[in-house]
């Protein structure tokens, strides 16, 4: 199956990312990973990863192809280096299973990339519980994830914990997740306000992560995305001290996403930086897309699949 767009109405895709220790922490258990999946590095495909060296650390730019792009944002948790392992182990799964399954599959229709994507997450759930229950120092590691895909128009969020993903069009972020936390079921049934919910102690505590139990509930939205979006995903320690609103400002289109990221980091840090901070973003544009119209809101949309 082929789609317009790849060739003759092609998606040019922008993607960067940022990780830091914070103000607070000694390590930084956070982990990224940015993909091109329609290219492997040997044919130029694009590829970033958190433990890359400082000089590697480079903004790509490529036209999403047959197979897309990957995004990922997870955070760590765990006694001594368990946390780190635990991310990592997560980011690397994610990516080699995609690798594996989505792009030797004939099937290229979004339905069958949001399926990839959901048994990626799945599987890396296992392989952190099984390496967790087979180590005593990395006994009950854990990690969220927050998987994005993008191919053509359609973006696909595949969600385990309260690592964030928004979508910020016309200048405004919407966000497409739904924390899976103690605080925001609170919120959501009526027992605790905004400002209550931002200074509870309890805002930290998930009600699941990868690797804590055999098997995992993996949250899966979606959206179109229009020309000019850009997608961003982040840690809480990030989306614990900056506002929606600041995050559209500072990725607005006068930006590029290394001062984006860097910024926003920056404010997090400013803000006494209580955790670490990692930020993944990535702008959409090209003939592939369609201008946001009237109707286009943004929002958390729940995708079935097949």
Same mark, same amino acid.
């Given at each position: ?22 103000? =607070? @922490?000694?390590?930084? /258990? ?8 329609? @290219? ?26 047959? =197979? ?19 991310? =990592? ?8 299973? !995609? ?12 339905? /069958? ?20 229950? =087979? ?11 927050? !998987? ?16 964030? $993903? ?24 009526? /027992? ?19 690797? $804590? ?11 179109? !995305? ?7 995903? +982040? ?22 996403? !290394?001062?984006? +990221? ?20 990535? @702008? ?15 929002? @958390? ?6």
């Amino acid at each position: 199956m082929t789609f317009p767009g790849i060739h003759d109405r092609p998606v040019h895709i922008e993607v960067f990312a940022r990780t830091h220790v914070g103000m =607070k @922490r000694q390590q930084n /258990q956070d982990s990224f990973l940015i993909a091109d999946l329609s @290219r492997s590095q040997a044919e130029g495909g694009f590829r970033l990863e958190s433990d890359m060296a400082p000089e590697e650390m480079l903004i790509g730019r490529f036209v999403g192809g047959s =197979k897309g792009a990957l995004l990922i944002a997870a955070d760590g948790m765990g006694g001594a280096s368990a946390g780190a392992v635990a991310s =990592k182990l997560v980011s690397s799964y994610i990516y080699e299973s !995609v690798s594996a399954t989505w792009l030797a599959d004939r099937n290229n229709a979004p339905s /069958q990339f949001a399926s990839r994507l959901v048994e990626a997450v799945e599987e890396a759930n296992e392989s952190v519980h099984t390496s967790g229950m =087979k180590s005593p120092d990395l006994m009950g590691m854990g990690s969220t994830a927050t !998987v994005v895909g993008i191919l053509n128009d359609f973006l696909f969020v595949a969600q385990v914990g309260d690592s964030r $993903a928004y979508l910020i069009r016309d200048g405004a972020a919407g966000q497409v997740t739904r924390d899976q936390s103690i605080v925001q079921e609170m919120l959501d049934a009526g /027992q605790l306000t905004e400002a209550e919910a931002l200074a509870s102690e309890r805002r930290n505590v998930i009600l699941q992560a990868l690797g $804590a139990n055999p098997t995992v509930s993996v949250d899966l939205t979606y959206h179109q !995305v229009r020309r000019g979006d850009v997608v961003l995903l +982040c840690s809480d320690g990030l989306s614990g001290q900056v506002s929606a609103e600041e995050i559209a400002t500072a990725t607005g289109s006068g930006h590029d996403l !290394v001062r984006a +990221c860097d910024d926003l980091i920056t404010l997090a840090n400013e803000r006494g930086g209580p955790d670490n901070i990692t930020v993944v973003a990535a @702008r959409l544009d090209g003939e592939g897309l369609q201008e946001p119209g009237a109707g286009d809101d943004v929002g @958390r949309r729940v995708y079935e699949l097949p």
